[in-house]
């Protein structure tokens, strides 16, 4: 090897070795940049339904919103949708037995995801009734409720659920 080519390759690796250790400290140095709102506390994305609307329907597909109501004329519960509005009912007829009555102290909140095939899954309870068979069985109820394909993909669902204060 000449000493021009030796040179060349010294000088070569040395700015390989340069060029890797620069790289090395600037990865264990660098801090990401955070934006300001991403560190401060944010709400949930998702709450429960407040009056007067019993009904808060987010769903992926279409670009609708607005109010609606569903249920039967006796009591109609008021919903807001945001995506698209699915046309199922999202009341529950819940009935109650005396201790149940006597031991709810308001009306319970639910909350579930409805899958675009018409698929109700993650259901949970965020407010309870107060009886927790009230609540145990409208979880049941909700949870083996099958709806017809909607077509507003994925939907999540928040319920105010009024209880029938008539006895069994």
């Not at 009904?55 to 919903?79: F, N, R």
């Not at 909700?142 to 069994?168: L, N």
């Amino acid at each position: 090897m000449t000493a021009t080519r030796r040179h060349v390759f010294l000088a070569l690796s040395i700015a390989v070795i340069f060029a890797g250790a620069a790289a090395f400290l600037y990865r264990i140095a660098w801090v990401p940049e955070f934006n300001l709102s991403e560190l401060t506390p944010r709400p949930p994305a998702f709450s429960p339904p407040e009056p007067p609307f019993d009904i808060l329907i987010l769903c992926d597909g279409g670009p609708s919103s607005g109010e609606t109501w569903y249920g039967g004329t006796d009591i109609p519960q008021g919903a807001v949708f945001v995506g698209c509005r699915p046309d199922e009912d999202f009341t529950f007829d819940v009935s109650s037995t005396a201790k149940e009555v006597m031991d709810s102290s308001r009306r319970p909140q639910l909350s579930f995801v409805l899958t675009g095939s018409g698929d109700v899954r993650d259901t949970m309870l965020i407010q309870t009734s107060g009886s927790k068979t009230l609540d145990q069985r409208l979880l049941r109820l909700v949870s083996e409720r099958r709806y017809k394909p909607s077509g507003c993909g994925t939907c999540r669902v928040a319920v105010t659920v009024p209880i029938d204060m008539k006895k069994r």
